[in-house]
């Protein structure tokens, strides 16, 4: 019963495809959250998204695109990957945006070739 | 001045040490405050909120300093399992900024 899911764990793709890496939570949350950790570690902010309204796009690429089926999935498709691309994608919901915890799911590690 | 700022350390320290990290942000409408801990290729957790008057949760002391702008952790009896690294998160009207974080290695 792991409270926020995300498929697959691992992601090895070449340059120029594009793929989808899926997340759930089961938390009952009404935000949830795409982050991308890079390989200094920094964790940063791309998308937040509220009772399926995008309430945050930071200045990420428009080759990634969010898409939320329902409060509980918010799902990350990114085309036309590129090297830059590699890093861990960690997806996270909290029950209002911002103000409280958020939890996390274990991050899809992706790797650009 | 960065909108966050940690320093990366490695803070390395011996078990049974008290150790502190601070973290610094630029925005003084800044409103929400949390430390969070990430282990080695794992998801940030919640370790605890920081409040206003500051707040106690066993070994682990968090205080906000608004005038200065920054936030505290302090750690005290440190344990083998306290090394991870240590992310601070500040939140204001519409935004959530992570720090880079600090890296603790506790040692025997």
């Known amino acids: 019963d792991t409270a926020v899911s995300q498929t697959p764990k691992y992601l090895v793709t070449q340059m120029g495809n594009d793929k989808s890496i899926k997340c759930e939570q089961n938390?009952?949350?009404?935000?949830m959250y795409w982050y991308k950790q890079d390989s200094k570690k920094f964790l940063k902010i791309m998308f937040s998204?509220?009772?399926?309204?995008?309430?945050i796009n930071e200045t990420v690429p428009n080759r990634f695109s969010p898409k939320s089926p329902d409060k509980a999935h918010l799902n990350l498709h990114i085309n036309s990957l590129e090297l830059g691309d590699s890093a861990v994608y960690f997806c996270?919901?909290?029950?209002?945006?911002?103000?409280?915890?958020?939890?996390f799911g274990p991050g899809t590690r992706l790797l650009v070739l | 001045r960065k909108e966050v700022e940690q320093d990366p350390g490695p803070f390395n320290v011996p078990e049974g040490a008290t150790v502190a990290f601070n973290c610094t942000y630029s925005?003084?409408?800044?409103?929400?405050f949390f430390w969070y801990r990430q282990d080695c290729r794992k998801e940030p957790k919640l370790l605890m909120s920081?409040?206003?008057s500051g707040n106690e949760d066993g070994r682990f002391t968090a205080q906000l300093n608004r005038a200065s702008q920054y936030i505290s952790l302090l750690i005290r009896d440190s344990k083998l399992s306290d090394s991870a690294t240590y992310l601070c998160?500040?939140?204001?009207?519409?935004?959530?900024?992570f720090g880079k974080g600090t890296m603790l290695l506790v040692s025997p």
């Open positions: 998160v500040v939140v204001g009207y519409s935004t959530l900024t």
């Open positions: 996270a919901s909290s029950q209002v945006a911002y103000q409280e915890t958020q939890y």
């Open positions: 998204y509220n009772n399926k309204e995008l309430i």
């Open positions: 938390l009952g949350h009404d935000t």
């Open positions: 925005n003084s409408a800044s409103q929400s």
């Open positions: 920081v409040y206003s």
